[in-house]
């Protein structure tokens, strides 16, 4: 059962990769606690917990803030996400049911909806439930439990303007779906893999500034 450490941590994080808290802004264990109707020691625990995954820091004298944008941290979380959903899924392909797919065209008419609707929100929302409907599927909880992890801690914020990517993304959605109909696991997972890897690159021109090199090749440094 959920203990309220949890639920705060919930709601920060979705606040923080909402972009309703802003990069930056600090976080006061006594108006938090207030937001949630808690006292200071579920806060204090969920401020620790976030700080291990990266998106607050703890300052001394200064009290606790949202973290910036660590690129080296970022790119290992790329990496990191590119050897696990792939992998995932193409044992999801080999376990999914014609029926339980139908489940997946569902989620992409709602993903159409967000994106129509201009709201990066729900959009980031639908994405992730698209996504782990077919990790969900692999077969082996704890590996969705580290793909979840990861997800947790991505800059999902800095995507929330980006109609262009999201364009793009749902075009690639599209064909992943149609790459699990065909049964076709190793299509499914180079799609996967292909998504990220746009995703990461979007991402990473809007956090540098710049055009970087695909982390993930091992030629790069």
């Known amino acids: 059962m959920p203990t309220k450490r949890d639920a705060i941590v919930e709601a920060l994080r979705r606040r923080i990769l909402g972009g309703e808290i802003e990069r930056g802004s600090r976080l006061r264990q006594d108006e938090v606690a207030t937001w949630f109707d808690a006292s200071i020691t579920p806060v204090r625990e969920a401020f620790h917990r976030l700080e291990a ?3 607050v820091v703890s300052e ?3 009290g606790v803030r949202v973290a910036g944008i660590d690129l080296e941290r970022f790119k290992a979380l790329y990496v990191t996400r590119m050897l696990l959903e792939p992998y995932a899924m193409r044992r999801a392909v080999l376990r999914i049911s014609r029926h339980e797919l139908k489940g997946a065209y569902a989620l992409l008419d709602e993903l159409a909806q967000a994106n129509a609707a201009g709201d990066g929100s729900l959009r980031n929302l639908k994405t992730r439930e698209f ?3 077919f990790y969900r599927h692999c077969g082996m909880p704890g590996l969705v439990g580290e793909i979840e992890a990861k997800w947790d801690s991505f800059p999902w914020d800095f995507t929330l303007d980006d109609a ?9 959605h599209i064909e992943l779906v149609e790459a699990v109909r065909s049964v076709d696991g190793e299509a499914a997972a180079r799609l996967t893999a292909e998504h990220i890897r746009r995703g990461f690159l979007s991402l990473s021109r809007k956090i540098v500034g710049a055009e970087i090199e695909d982390p993930f090749d091992v030629d790069v440094d």
């Open 53 to 55: 995954e990266g998106l």
């Open 131 to 133: 996504h782990f409907f």
């Open 60 to 62: 001394a004298h200064r």
């Open 164 to 172: 262009a990517r999201a364009d793009q993304s749902h075009h690639e």
